[in-house]
C-alpha cells in the first residue's frame, strides 16, 4: 500500500512540473526542393562540386546550432544541394571553415566517426520513425546507420553500397555523394515526400549544427526531420547482391601425448555465400550457406559466481543486420535495474556451442567440437510503406557428434548436439499517424529425436509476445507494453531440469507456491511490462511501470532470461538543462526506485538512486551515482535453499573522461559497494587512455582491478547431514585483474589494420566455511552456524567437515578456490578491394590456465601466459560483392 501511495505522488508531482515546463514552440518544417537530372550529366564523384549538374537546384543553407547552445548562429555555416537520377540519389555539400588547415581529418575504419563530418538522414518511408543514415568524414572515411524507433535505436552494422568522396580547399571542405536507390526502401507512389535532416559535427568546438532545427528536449529525432520534395517518377529498385567466401584455415596448439586428436595442429579449408535479395523494394530476403564469422572479435573474459548466465553482444553480421525488427525486451525501462537484457529473441543461441558431452571410460581420449555450424539461414525483412514492419528468420544448425577412440584404437561416436531448427517471426504495425504502433513475436524451436545422454534438453520449445506503444501531444506523452508467454516440452528429465535450474528453483524448501513435478512433460509461462512515461518538452522527463515473470516462464532455447518469478515496480524521473552556461555545457539529474516480489505475497527488494550526469564547459564527461538498498532478500543466492535475507546495502559509482578532442584522453571508473554490517564489500576500478598522435594510428589501453569480499558466498548444497540439508557458504577473497588494449592503424579508409588483446585473471580464495541456519534472522551473524578448525581438515584437495567432532567426517567437499588465467587476442587485416567485397587476415590467439589461488594476482598472470603455447588461429577470407 505504501508503494502505491509513492506511485501516485510521484506521478502527480512529476505531472506538475510538466505542466509547468511546457514551453516548447512547435518548429516549423523547412522543405528542399530537389530535380531530376534529365538528360544533364551525372555528377562526378570527386569530392570538387563543379559539375553542371549542380546548377539545376538551389542550396539547402540556413543551419542552425543544435549543441551545445541550440537554435543560435553556428560557429560555420553549411550547405547541400541534391539532384536525382533514375537509379541513384546525388549530393553535394560545402561545410564553410575559416581556418581550414584546423579540419580534423581522423582516419578509422568504417563507421568511426572520428573528428569533423558530414551526415545526411533520409526518411523514404516518411514514417517518422525509421531513418537511412549517409555520414562521411573529412577524411573520407564513410559511416553508415539505420535509425529505428525514432531514432531511439541504431543499427552501425548496416553496410550498403554507396560513394562518396572529400575535398579541403580554401573555404573549408566539401563532400559529394551517390546513394544507389537499391539501398533505400520507399513506395512506388508518382510524387515522392521524403523525411531530411542534414547534421554537421564541427570536431574543434564539439557542435552540431542541423538543416532543419532540432530542439535538445523533442521526443525523438527522426520525427522533426524536414521535408524532401520533387522526387517524380521514380521506381523502387530491388536490390540482388550475392557475396561468396572462402577460408582457409590453419590451428595450432601444445600437442597432448597420446591423444590423436591433440597432435598440435589442424588445417582446414571451406566455403559458403551470403546473397541479399529485394523481394520488394521494401523487403529484402538475407540468405547465408555455411557462413564464417572467424573475424569477428572474441568476447572478452568474463567470470561469475551468482550462478547466472552471462549477456555477450552478438557480434556476427547476419544476425546484427536488422537486429532492430526482431527486438523485443521483456522489460526494458528507463529506470534500468530491470533485466533489461532480457529478449524473446538472443540470436547467440544460434550456432552456439555443443550442449552435450559423451560418456567416457578411463584411457579414452574425445574429439568435442567447439561450435555447431550454421548449415543454413534465411532471413526475410524489411518495413513497408504503409506501416508494417516484418522480420522471419528460419535457421538449421547441423548435428554434431563427439568421436571416442580407447587404447585399442577403437572408435565411437555420440551425439552432443541435436540438429535444431530455429524459426523467428515478428510483425509491427504502425497506426495513428505513425504515433502508435502493435506488434507481435513467435519463436519454434525445434530439436530432432534426442538420445539418452541428451535428454536434459528440450525437444521443442515456443515463445510469443504482443507489443504496443502509443505516444500523444507531439509524441511527449507514451504508454506501452508488452505480454509474453513460453511453453517448452520433452522428457520428464528435461523439464525436472528446467525446473530446478538456477532461472526457476522450484526446488526451493521454503516456497509453497511452487514445487518439483518429476512427471512434467511441458512447462508454461507468461510475463508482461507496462509503463507510462513523458520524455520531450522541457526539462522534465519522467517513466514509471511494472513487470512480471511468472515462476514458470523460459525464455532460454532461443531468447535470453536471467530469472523467473518476479513482479517489480519501478519509477524513473529526470531533470536536464537545455542551455549551456559559463560551467557547463548541459547536465542531467535522475531519480529511481525499484520494489519487487515474488509470485508467494514475499516483498524481497526495494532500492532507491539518485545520478547526475554533466558536460563541462570544457568538454569533460563526468558522472556520480548513488544506491541505497533498504530491502534485499534473494531466492537464488543459496541455488535451491531456503529465501535469503541480505544486509541492506549502499553504493556508489562515478566516472571522469577528458576531452575526447585532444590527442590523448583519459578516462576513469569507478564503483563500489558496502553492506551496512560490512558482510559484502566490493571494489571496481576500470582507468586507461585513449592516444592518437597521428590520425592514422589510434592506441588505447584500459586496465582494471575488481575486489570482492563476501562473508557469505555459496558453495554447495548437501541433502542430508545429521537429518537435515547444509546450506554451504564461506568467506571469499576475490581479486579480478584485467587490461583491454587495442592499436588500430588506418592505411585508407578501405585498409585497416586492428589488434586487440586481454589478459584477465581471478583469482578466489575461501575461508571461514559455514552453513545458513536461520536464513531470515535480522543479524548476519544469526544467519549461520560457523566451523570452527577442530570441525574442519583438510588433505589431498578436500575439506572435510565433522560437525559432533565424533571422528566421522559428516560431509566432505573439494577445495573451492580458484584461479582463473587467460589472454585472448585478435589481429585483424581488412581490405574492402572494391565496394562490399572484402580480404580478412587473422590472427587470434588463446591461452586459458588454472593458476595456483596461493600466488599473488601478478605472477601468476605472468607464469600462466609467458612461456605457455598459445592456441592459434590462423584466417584467409574473401568475399565478393556482386551487385546484380
Not at 519463436?443 to 521443442?460: D, I, K, M, S
Not at 548541459?586 to 516480489?597: D, E, L, P, R, S
Not at 607464469?863 to 577470407?877: A, E, M, S, V, W
Request: glycine content about 8%.
Amino acid at each position: 500500500m505504501k508503494q502505491t501511495r509513492l506511485f501516485v505522488a510521484l506521478f502527480f508531482i512529476s505531472f506538475f512540473l510538466q505542466a509547468q515546463d511546457s514551453t516548447q514552440v512547435e518548429v516549423p518544417k523547412k522543405i528542399y526542393m530537389t530535380q531530376s537530372l534529365g538528360e544533364e550529366a551525372h555528377p562526378v564523384i570527386d569530392g570538387i562540386l563543379d559539375d553542371a549538374a549542380w546548377n539545376l537546384v538551389e542550396w539547402g543553407d540556413d543551419f542552425i546550432e543544435q549543441r551545445p547552445d541550440e537554435n543560435t548562429p553556428p560557429s560555420h555555416q553549411t550547405k547541400f544541394k541534391i539532384v536525382y537520377g533514375q537509379k541513384s540519389l546525388y549530393i553535394g555539400i560545402r561545410c564553410y571553415d575559416s581556418e581550414p588547415d584546423k579540419i580534423v581529418k581522423r582516419l578509422s575504419r568504417r563507421d568511426g566517426f572520428e573528428g569533423d563530418w558530414i551526415g545526411v538522414f533520409i526518411d523514404s518511408y516518411h514514417d517518422k520513425r525509421t531513418g537511412f543514415g549517409f555520414i562521411v568524414t573529412a577524411a573520407g572515411v564513410k559511416g553508415d546507420v539505420l535509425e529505428s524507433n525514432n531514432g531511439s535505436n541504431e543499427d552501425d552494422s548496416w553496410n550498403p553500397i554507396w560513394y562518396v568522396a572529400t575535398n579541403v580547399d580554401d573555404e573549408g571542405w566539401t563532400a559529394e555523394m551517390r546513394i544507389p536507390l537499391s539501398q533505400i526502401k520507399f513506395g512506388n507512389e508518382e510524387n515522392q515526400v521524403w523525411g531530411l535532416q542534414v547534421m554537421r559535427r564541427y570536431f574543434r568546438d564539439e557542435e552540431r549544427s542541423v538543416w532543419q532545427r532540432l530542439p535538445r528536449d523533442v521526443a525523438g529525432f527522426i520525427s522533426e526531420f524536414g521535408e524532401l520534395h520533387g522526387l517524380k517518377n521514380i521506381e523502387p529498385q530491388k536490390q540482388l547482391e550475392i557475396q561468396p567466401y572462402t577460408v582457409a584455415k590453419m590451428e595450432t596448439y601444445e600437442a597432448e601425448a597420446g591423444n590423436p586428436f591433440r597432435d598440435g595442429s589442424d588445417n582446414d579449408i571451406t566455403g559458403g555465400l551470403d546473397a541479399k535479395i529485394g523481394i520488394t523494394n521494401d523487403l529484402t530476403l538475407d540468405l547465408t550457406v555455411h557462413p564464417d564469422f572467424g573475424q569477428v572479435d572474441a568476447d572478452p573474459s568474463a567470470i561469475a559466481l551468482d550462478g547466472f548466465q552471462i549477456f555477450f553482444q552478438e557480434r556476427r553480421p547476419f544476425f546484427v543486420e536488422n537486429k532492430n525488427i526482431f527486438d523485443f525486451r521483456l522489460s526494458q525501462s528507463e529506470a534500468g535495474n530491470t533485466f533489461g537484457s532480457d529478449n524473446i529473441f538472443y540470436s547467440r543461441r544460434i550456432g552456439r556451442s555443443p550442449q552435450g558431452y559423451p560418456n567416457t571410460f578411463d584411457g579414452e581420449f574425445v574429439d568435442q567440437p567447439n561450435n555447431t555450424p550454421i548449415i543454413g539461414a534465411a532471413k526475410f525483412s524489411g518495413k513497408t510503406k504503409n506501416g508494417w514492419a516484418i522480420g522471419l528468420l528460419e535457421s538449421v544448425t547441423a548435428q554434431r557428434q563427439a568421436t571416442i577412440i580407447n587404447g585399442e584404437g577403437d572408435r565411437r561416436k555420440e551425439m552432443v548436439e541435436p540438429l535444431t531448427n530455429y524459426f523467428v517471426g515478428r510483425l509491427q504495425k504502425d497506426f495513428n499517424e505513425r504515433n502508435s504502433y502493435i506488434g507481435g513475436i513467435f519463436t519454434a524451436v525445434h530439436r530432432e529425436t534426442l538420445p539418452e545422454n541428451l535428454n536434459f534438453l528440450h525437444e521443442g520449445a515456443f515463445t510469443g509476445g504482443l507489443d504496443f506503444k502509443h505516444q500523444w501531444n507531439n509524441r511527449d506523452w507514451y504508454v506501452g507494453g508488452n505480454f509474453t508467454f513460453s511453453h517448452v516440452k520433452g522428457s520428464t528429465e528435461a523439464i525436472t531440469n528446467t525446473q530446478q535450474s538456477i532461472t526457476h528453483l522450484f526446488n526451493r524448501v521454503d516456497a509453497d507456491y511452487v514445487s518439483v513435478d518429476t512427471t512434467r512433460t511441458s512447462l508454461t509461462g507468461s510475463g508482461g511490462n507496462l509503463q507510462i512515461g513523458k520524455i520531450g518538452n522541457g526539462h522534465w522527463k519522467f517513466e514509471s511501470g511494472a513487470t512480471f515473470r511468472s515462476p514458470e516462464l523460459e525464455l532460454n532455447d532461443i531468447g535470453f532470461q536471467r530469472q523467473a518469478d518476479d513482479i517489480r515496480h519501478y519509477t524513473w524521473i529526470g531533470y536536464q538543462t537545455l542551455k549551456p552556461d559559463n560551467t557547463f555545457r548541459q547536465v542531467g539529474i535522475n531519480y529511481n526506485h525499484w520494489t519487487a516480489w515474488d509470485f508467494g505475497g514475499n516483498h524481497n527488494y526495494m532500492q532507491f538512486n539518485t545520478n547526475s550526469w554533466q558536460n563541462w564547459k570544457n568538454n569533460w564527461q563526468t558522472n556520480l551515482g548513488l544506491n541505497y538498498a533498504a530491502v534485499d532478500y534473494s531466492n537464488f543466492a543459496l541455488r535451491g535453499g531456503p529465501r535469503l535475507r541480505q544486509t541492506p546495502w549502499v553504493s556508489f559509482w562515478n566516472g571522469i573522461n577528458t576531452d575526447n578532442r585532444k590527442k590523448i584522453r583519459f578516462s576513469v571508473y569507478h564503483e563500489g559497494r558496502k553492506a551496512v554490517d560490512n558482510s559484502v564489500k566490493s571494489y571496481y576500478i576500470e582507468s586507461g587512455f585513449v592516444y592518437q598522435p597521428i590520425n592514422a594510428l589510434r592506441i588505447s589501453a584500459f586496465p582494471s582491478l575488481s575486489l570482492n569480499n563476501d562473508k557469505l558466498q555459496f558453495i554447495d548444497n548437501f541433502d542430508d547431514v545429521n537429518g537435515s540439508p547444509r546450506y554451504l557458504n564461506g568467506k571469499i577473497d576475490q581479486r579480478t585483474l584485467s587490461m583491454s588494449f587495442r592499436l588500430n592503424y588506418t592505411i585508407n579508409p578501405n585498409l585497416t589494420i586492428q589488434y586487440w588483446g586481454q589478459p584477465f585473471i581471478s583469482r578466489g580464495r575461501y575461508s571461514e566455511f559455514k552453513h545458513v541456519s536461520d536464513p531470515l534472522a535480522q543479524t548476519f551473524e544469526d544467519r549461520f552456524v560457523q566451523y570452527n578448525q577442530a570441525q574442519t581438515s583438510f588433505a589431498d584437495g578436500t575439506y572435510s567437515i565433522d560437525e559432533n567432532l565424533d571422528g566421522i567426517t559428516d560431509f566432505s567437499f573439494g577445495d573451492p578456490d580458484f584461479s582463473f588465467v587467460q589472454f585472448r587476442s585478435n589481429l585483424v587485416i581488412r581490405w574492402e578491394y572494391i565496394p562490399g567485397s572484402e580480404i580478412f587476415l587473422v590472427w587470434s590467439q588463446d591461452v586459458t590456465q588454472s593458476g595456483n589461488p596461493a600466488d599473488g594476482l601478478l605472477p601468476s598472470l605472468g607464469d600462466n601466459i609467458f612461456g605457455q603455447k598459445p592456441h592459434n588461429i590462423f584466417l584467409l577470407k574473401a568475399t565478393y560483392r556482386f551487385v546484380l
